[in-house]
């Protein structure tokens, strides 16, 4: 059964990383600086969804009032709200470049039970949700959290529409998604629990802008569409909205906030979420990320990138970046949906060099690249009801864990 905690904690952030340095006042935990437009360290403003260069955007923001909850093992009273000592959650993802410390090792050993969930809101400079509210969030964290520890981050992005009832005030339950999505049911169990201990993040996209849901760069995770509008630090690229932003910086802030091993950062992501997860890896892995190098690795489930034009694949120029960057994608053979011959195929059939498409348990990897893919011809679109839960999954988040 779900243990929640419905505190929610607003989390306000006081302070802008630019290029030079930090932008705002930083001590002040009380206030909110004015957005500013971001310029890389040659002046001109930033070309893409990326608010400054990364090469120049690797110190860690700070400042801020953050909430600071119980351990997920023992929740208590779900105490929050605990001022000073973490980042801000900037617009941009930043380098995580901080040491990963003593790392936990998993299984974990002793007492393992279910967790509690938390909800909190971000704010964060710049980035403006069509709703107007703060982003809001969900998260998990590991049983028995000790910070002398570092522990992973999972990124859980949802499917379609699945945020906005917290948005357009249907839902008033701070922690709805936490069951709506299934990580309730796939990630707060013992099982789960003791083999992959790690801070799970469930950031609730605000899709309620007046347009199609889902087709705009204001209504999803990122990657389905490109308006071919060119974006700066505060204003949106034609493929990039304040959801992206919103989630790079949430992820910044709780590097900052909990004992995080920062090169153990994945996001996964269902649908929507795993069109989402594919343009996170894209844009902020930690290998080549030219708008942040925050992940370390990503699993999307059913999602493929539209960026190009529907049915046009990934460009030579994005199969060369991603040839490196650790991603296992797993999609259904007949899911008429998120089409895998509209991303997943092709890429494969570039790095592989032929389209025998690996099938489960654990799909493989495409020639001498990093780029792993599963493809069950069996399935269709609901990939994730077959492979979110362990066992059936287990391979799959062995293999994620292992990045």
Known sequence: MMAVSRALILLTVTALVGCDGFI??????????????????????????????????????????????????DPGAGNVAAEGGAGDGGANGGTADASPGNAIQAPLQGNVTAGTWQAGDISVPGVTLPSGKPFHYDYLLPANYDPKFTYP??????????????????????????????????????????????IILLPYADQTANGTDGD???????????????????????????????VAGLVQNFIQTYSVNPTKVYV?????GGIGSWYM?????????????????????????????????PTSAQIAQLKDVPVLAVSGAQDGTSLPQDWNQPLWQALAGNANYPAPPSGAQAGASSFHY??????????????????????????????
Not at 168 to 182: E, F, K, M, R
Not at 233 to 246: E, I, L, W
Not at 383 to 391: I, S
Request: aromatic share 10%.
């Open 281 to 313: 890896i894209l844009m902020y892995n930690r290998v080549n990320g030219p708008s942040g190098k925050l992940f370390t690795a990503a699993m999307p489930f059913a999602g493929v990138m539209e960026l190009n034009g529907f049915g046009s694949g």
């Open 216 to 246: 705009d760069a204001l209504e999803n995770f990122g990657g389905w569409t490109n308006t071919g509008v060119t974006g700066t630090g505060t204003t949106f690229s034609g493929d990039s909205g304040p959801n992206v932003f919103a």
């Open 268 to 272: 996964t992501g269902d649908s929507l």
């Open 24 to 73: 705002g006042d930083p001590g002040n935990a009380g206030s909110t600086t004015t957005p500013q437009t971001f310029e890389d360290a040659g002046g001109a403003p930033s070309n893409g969804s990326s608010p400054c260069d990364t090469a120049d955007c690797d110190a860690p923001p700070t400042g801020g009032q953050v909430g600071n909850a119980d351990d997920g093992g």
């Open 374 to 403: 599963m493809q069950d011809p069996g399935l269709g679109h609901d990939v994730w009801d077959t492979y979110r839960p362990l066992p059936a999954g287990k391979p799959l988040y062995d293999w994620l864990f292992s990045q």
């Open 153 to 198: 981050i999972l990124v859980q992005e949802h499917e379609d529409t699945e945020g906005d009832a917290w948005y357009d005030g249907q839902n008033g339950d701070p922690l709805y998604l936490t069951s709506a999505s299934g990580a309730d049911g796939w990630y707060n169990n013992t099982a789960w629990r003791t083999a992959y201990p790690c």
